[in-house]
């Protein structure tokens, strides 16, 4: 469901930060409407967001990539440093964004493109506070033929024999976020719950010394264990 109509915790903290007045207002707008969620800030440009970030401490800050003043990669970089806490969310309006592989080197905990339907960023919202590394699925290939050109190696060694460490459920579901799939999708196409698909990514991160979803669906790539399935 994409609107709960019951909480027992406290909302998701939102910070906006967009250069466009229109479109944030918009979002904010749509964000609010949720029981789970609500705007605690805007800001039109990276350092804006430094600031009201320090004194609002967001639960996750929503931020464009390109914005005058500081972009949003400079920004989530100073904010992986000092808020090391809050989650990011980077949007961006083009599939063939630059700031891609630059923006997941930082560690942000998110990628989306802005055309996304409103359900959908609800969604991803929720996935990065289950801690999920949500990237819109069209840049998945992209990102992932970046990574295979050597643009980004993992931070722990690779073991040489995955299919030792890896069980056959395991390996299933990372050629699935190697797809660009969120726990709740892969629980759906495997019939199974999304707790049990959190528990074998968790998993097999702690097998492969592993940070992230975004890592680990590389190293499927590099070792051929197979493409995302269409």
Do not use: C, W
């Amino acid at each position: 469901m994409s609107n709960p109509t019951t909480r027992t915790t406290t909302p998701i903290r939102v910070l906006l930060v967009d250069d466009q007045g229109l479109f944030r207002g918009a979002i904010a707008s749509v964000l609010d409407r949720q029981a789970d969620m609500t705007v605690v800030g805007e800001a039109a440009n990276g350092l804006e967001a430094l600031e009201q970030a320090h004194t609002l401490q967001p639960d996750v800050i929503v931020m464009d990539v390109e914005m005058p003043v500081m972009d949003g990669v400079e920004a989530a970089g100073l904010m992986r440093e000092q808020l090391p806490h809050v989650k990011i969310v980077m949007l961006t309006v083009s599939e063939e964004d630059d700031h891609l592989l630059g923006a997941v080197r930082l560690g942000v905990h998110g990628y989306l493109l802005k055309d996304m339907r409103p359900e959908q960023l609800f969604d991803m919202i929720r996935s990065v506070m289950r801690n999920e590394t949500p990237v819109a699925p069209s840049l998945v290939g992209r990102l992932l033929a970046e990574l295979r050109q050597g643009g980004q190696k993992p931070r722990s060694p690779e073991p040489s024999r995955p299919d030792v460490l890896l069980s056959a459920r395991e390996l299933e579901i990372l050629r699935l976020v190697a797809h660009g799939m969120s726990n709740k999708e892969i629980g759906g196409r495997l019939s199974i719950t999304e707790g049990t698909v959190k528990n074998h990514v968790h998993n097999a991160l702690q097998k492969l010394g592993m940070e992230n979803r975004i890592q680990a669906a590389a190293y499927i790539v590099r070792q051929g264990l197979g493409t995302p399935p269409r």
